[in-house]
């Protein structure tokens, strides 16, 4: 199994252009999560979703879209990227397991965006 | 105030070394809570949960305290592979909060 896959793992966008983000998990898990990784600053939610075709806003939405294209795929998306985008991405996946709050989280190995 | 604080370190040990962190969280409502590791440059893993009557794990013993709001991890006789940034997380309600995390390294 190879877990949680992103591509790409770096990127370098101008002002203003748009890209997307992607993510798959092979694990069978309904919850999907976006997060961005800034020094001192620790992880923030993006975006997440429960499950296939619902997605909700987490922490720091703003400037981003997201997509929950099937079980296994959740995308993000800049749609005109600005320099306060520049961060290290990270996607996630967990199960539930039923009446427990812990549930593990599994992570990507991130996607490092610049934007000049 | 973040919800989650950590101190940022860093801390220089010696192998065998036993070092300890804390980590405070600011919301009652705090559910479950857990220490993951992130190496350098990769993705955070999960280290271990932490349960309300403390639990250990090898090398490693994580401590709750609700009253105060106030969670630890204690690594003993520290190895080399040790270093690494560790980070706490709260789970809100389903809402998992990260710290900023705190840098380890072991030095032979």
């Known amino acids: 199994n190879a877990g949680v896959t992103q591509t790409p793992k770096f990127q370098v966008l101008k002002t203003g252009q748009s890209m997307t983000l992607q993510c798959a998990q092979d694990?069978?898990?309904?919850?999907m999560y976006w997060y961005r990784q800034d020094p001192g600053m620790g992880l923030r939610l993006i975006y997440y979703?429960?499950?296939?075709?619902?997605?909700d806003k987490g922490e720091v939405p703003n400037g981003y879209n997201v997509s929950r294209l099937n079980k296994r795929e959740f995308s993000l998306r800049l749609e005109s990227a600005a320099p306060s985008q520049t961060s290290v991405y990270f996607c996630?996946?967990?199960?539930?397991?039923?009446?427990?709050?812990?549930?593990?989280?599994?992570f990507g190995p991130g996607t490092r965006l610049t934007v000049l | 105030r973040k919800e989650v604080e950590q101190d940022p370190g860093p801390f220089n040990v010696p192998e065998g070394a036993t070092v300890a962190f804390n980590c405070t969280y600011s919301?009652?409502?705090?559910?479950?809570f857990f220490w993951y590791r992130q190496d350098c440059r990769k993705e955070p893993k999960l280290l271990m949960s932490?349960?309300?009557s403390g639990n250990e794990d090898g090398r490693f013993t994580a401590q709750l305290n609700r009253a105060s709001q106030y969670i630890s991890l204690l690594i003993r006789d520290s190895k080399l592979s040790d270093s690494a940034t560790y980070l706490c997380?709260?789970?809100?309600?389903?809402?998992?909060?990260f710290g900023a995390g705190t840098r380890l390294t072991v030095k032979p």
């Open positions: 996630a996946s967990s199960g539930e397991i039923a009446g427990s709050s812990y549930n593990e989280q599994f």
């Open positions: 694990m069978n898990h309904n919850s």
């Open positions: 979703s429960a499950s296939e075709g619902t997605t």
């Open positions: 919301n009652s409502a705090s559910q479950s």
């Open positions: 932490v349960y309300s």
């Open positions: 997380v709260v789970n809100i309600r389903g809402d998992m909060r």
